[in-house]
């Protein structure tokens, strides 16, 4: 689709934040189609501090690439301080956001032209996941799909306001423009707090069923982080977006246990710090009332029961009713063979 547009008026703007993987990068990049508009920014979280321009030789391979190059004293200011900072320089209608080592898959191109001109806040698509070498299916899509389908079965989109990846998502930029959203400046989960107020200011969703946005999983990556300041900084902002929402009067937060899986999630890893945030807890508690709390305390720990003992000893007895029934029928088979012929 060529409609004239040129990269100073593009209809869609991808974000990208970046660290030290310019290979994954690059493959990212060459999953975004050239087009006149569509403009693609990556923002690299100073990678290479000694460095005005850390990767020249990417500048020259992709010429329609805006990048911008982060310094700070600090080190790295993490993905919600580079998204923001993309966000100063987009021009398009949509924003869209991409992590380095993501793609976009074959179907993307079909839905930005299917929602070019839509009157949507925001419009979801489905994703998938591999791993990093792109050979084997990943799981961390998963849960994105689940919440996407009960939304679409249940035609509740206050169901969304789970989807908390800014990835999968065309988002109208005058939606974020107009109230101010931004990512949480911290290391991890920046992306909580700036899904769930564009969801909750959303006055229109589109769900698309089809797949256009692919997700790895690799080592090291910041999702996989259990240190004590990580874990603390996630039960912190799912705190803050379920608090935002109850004053905003969405009683959907409700139904949202994120704070007290994060919190129990610390409780296993680090159960000094558990202690020290148990007044923090504790206002959660009364933020949700006793039995919606107990529901979300319940459940966590039901959902770990099932996948680390019930579901482990179902599947034994299945594989030794399998092995049993192999040996019974290779039995009888044996008895018969040994039947002299009358």
Same mark, same amino acid.
């Given at each position: 689709m060529d409609k004239g547009y040129s990269f100073? !008026? +593009?209809?869609?703007?991808?974000?990208? +934040?970046?660290?030290?993987? +310019? $290979?994954?990068? /690059?493959?990212?990049l060459n999953s975004i189609p050239v087009r006149?508009?569509?403009?693609? #920014?990556v923002v690299d979280d100073n990678s290479d501090p000694s460095k005005e321009v850390v990767y020249p030789e990417l500048v020259e391979a992709y010429p329609h690439v805006q990048w911008v190059w982060a310094k700070n004293e600090g &080190?790295?200011?993490?993905? &919600?301080?580079?998204? !923001?900072l993309g966000m100063k320089q987009a021009a398009g209608r949509w924003l869209l956001f991409a992590d380095a080592d993501d793609i976009y898959t074959n179907e993307f191109l079909s839905i930005l032209d299917a929602y070019a001109d839509s009157d949507a806040d925001i419009v979801y698509f489905y994703p998938t996941s591999v791993d990093t070498c792109g050979i084997q299916l990943g799981t961390r899509h998963i849960s994105y799909e689940t919440i996407l389908e009960e939304a679409r079965k249940k035609e509740d989109n206050s169901l969304l306001l $789970?989807?908390?990846?800014? *990835?999968? $998502?065309?988002? $109208?930029?005058?939606?974020?423009? *107009?109230?101010?959203?931004?990512?949480?400046?911290?290391?991890? *989960?920046n992306d909580v707090l700036f899904s769930t107020m564009c969801q909750r200011f959303s006055e229109?969703? #589109?769900i698309d069923s089809r797949i256009g946005y692919c997700i790895t999983t690799r080592s090291g990556s910041l999702h996989t982080k259990r240190d004590v300041q990580s874990a603390r900084e996630r039960f912190f902002i799912h705190?803050?977006?379920? !608090?935002?929402?109850?004053? *905003?009067? /969405?009683?959907a937060y409700r139904r949202d246990g994120s704070p007290f899986s994060r919190y129990l999630a610390i409780l296993v890893y680090h159960p000094i710090a558990a202690i020290r945030l148990f007044p923090e807890f504790m206002t959660t508690i009364n933020m949700y009332g006793i039995a919606a709390s107990v529901r979300h305390i319940i459940s966590p720990i039901k959902k770990r029961w099932m996948l680390y003992f019930v579901t482990p000893v179902k599947k034994h007895f299945r594989i030794n009713s399998r092995v049993t029934h192999i040996r019974n029928e290779s039995t009888e088979i044996r008895t018969e063979s040994e039947v002299p012929e009358g």
């Open positions: 100073m !008026n +593009p209809l869609f703007t991808i974000i990208i +934040p970046h660290k030290c993987i +310019p $290979k994954l990068l /690059e493959r990212c006149r508009d569509v403009q693609v #920014i &080190g790295r200011r993490g993905a &919600g301080y580079a998204r !923001n $789970k989807m908390y990846t800014p *990835t999968c $998502k065309l988002i $109208k930029h005058g939606l974020v423009s *107009t109230h101010g959203i931004q990512f949480s400046e911290t290391l991890v *989960t229109r969703e #589109i705190c803050q977006a379920m !608090n935002f929402l109850r004053e *905003t009067g /969405e009683e």
